[in-house]
């Protein structure tokens, strides 16, 4: 599994629509992919598991993903999230 760490760099007052955007591109994706932070390991296309994780800005997580377009799918969720 490849994965990055990231400093969540969107605002918190619009992070919630751009979970929801991030959802749908994770979901463009054929790759198994993941969220985790701290001990939580939620899948990337959940909208539930990823609002249950209360990210905020200023948050570390890593996203991980399997699969055959692994590495193109953690440069665009990445570049959604980051700083």
Request: aromatic content about 4%; charged content about 20%; overall charge negative.
């Amino acid at each position: 599994m490849l994965t990055r760490t990231i400093t969540i760099g969107i605002s918190t007052e619009n992070l919630n629509s751009t979970i929801t955007y991030f959802i749908k591109k994770a979901n463009e994706f054929q790759s198994h992919i993941v969220v985790c932070r701290e001990e939580v390991r939620v899948n990337a296309k959940s909208l539930l598991g990823l609002i249950s994780m209360g990210l905020q800005k200023g948050f570390e997580i890593t996203i991980g993903a399997e699969g055959p377009d692994a590495e193109a799918a953690l440069d665009a969720l990445c570049q959604l999230l980051g700083e």
